[in-house]
């Protein structure tokens, strides 16, 4: 087999080859593998003829409550108008499989919220408004909508059979209060004759209802009946002990200056750092709740 391969190295490139070789099984480095301190950036097959078989595979990896996948295959090779639709479904798949389920939502967290449009029919001038309850936080706003206190409003047109997406992002309080989202859709009556504002025709409402899970006061509630209810040692008895009392620091303080949110943000510090001392146990689901408990202080101190 004939190859010739570009490498970086040091952002300085080298074209190795052309240069021949016999192997019992064809398998030829890729466009952007790494090896060492170099990468390939480009390779020229034009000389290759592949007449072994080739075992492609995908790999599948679960670190703690993340998920990982490597295809040992270069997908863009891998396509072509008879393999397009199962590559298609190869990268739906693997987005979804490695996508978090349900995760619940805590005070002060930032949240997306998508608005799918789909035309079916022909083209069509519509308005899109977005009310949301005056004590939420509408932190950002995109696809050019336009946002006034606690609206936000897209005008747009959108084409036959085509969809748009629109997208703006919440900052929950810490209450476990059931918000309501408002959407109202408009579209444009082209055959009216009434002024501009009066062409506006409406289309239908949706709803979505949002809620937190728990209050900050809850979380740490939740993290102490954990700990209480966990089977120590008593060395690791003493350690949940001493997060507990750093825990019930934060809970009596009721903070609302940012020298106690500070406070509390070295308390979940001295927390979490007490907890990585323990030995005996999986710790992974309390130290994602501490980091919940962290930013819940952390966001409230920076809008003070």
């Known amino acids: 087999y004939t190859l010739k391969i570009t490498i970086n190295k040091d952002n300085t490139e080298t074209t190795l080859g052309p240069v021949s070789f016999s192997v019992d099984k064809c398998v030829t480095p890729l466009s952007g593998d790494v090896h060492g301190p170099s990468k390939i950036t480009a390779v020229d097959r034009s000389g290759i003829c592949c007449s072994g078989t080739q075992e492609p595979a995908i790999i599948l990896n679960n670190y703690g409550n993340g998920k990982s996948i490597a295809w040992t295959f270069d997908l863009v090779e891998s396509g072509s108008d008879t393999t397009f639709s199962k590559i298609k479904e190869l990268i739906i798949k ?3 499989w490695t996508t978090p389920g349900e995760t619940p939502i805590y005070p002060m967290a930032t949240l997306p919220i998508n608005i799918d449009v789909l035309n079916k029919g022909k083209s069509v001038d519509l308005k899109i408004n977005e009310t949301v309850p005056a004590d939420l936080l509408i932190s950002d706003v995109l696809n050019a909508g336009i946002k006034t206190n606690n609206e936000i409003t897209w005008q747009f047109n959108l084409l036959e059979n085509t ?35 009066d062409r506006w025709k409406f289309y239908n409402n949706y709803i979505l209802n949002t809620a937190n899970s728990r209050t900050m006061i809850e979380l740490i509630q939740e993290i102490i009946d954990e700990l209480n209810g966990m089977n120590l040692s008593p060395s690791d008895r003493e350690k949940a002990d001493t997060i507990i009392e750093k825990l019930e620091k934060i809970r009596l303080r009721n903070a609302d200056t940012k020298k106690e949110f500070e406070k509390n943000i070295e308390d979940t510090l001295k927390a979490v750092d007490k907890l990585t001392e323990m030995t005996g146990t999986d710790i992974t689901p309390l130290r994602l709740k501490l980091d919940v408990l962290m930013r819940i202080n952390e966001i409230r101190w920076s809008r003070i």
């Not at 969809?163 to 859709?185: C, F, G, H, R, V």
């Open 163 to 197: 969809a748009k997406d629109l997208k703006y992002y919440l900052s929950m309080p810490d209450n476990t209060l059931q918000w309501t989202l408002l959407t109202e859709i408009n579209y444009l009556d082209y055959d009216s004759t009434s002024s501009s504002a």
């Open 94 to 96: 693997s987005i979804n």
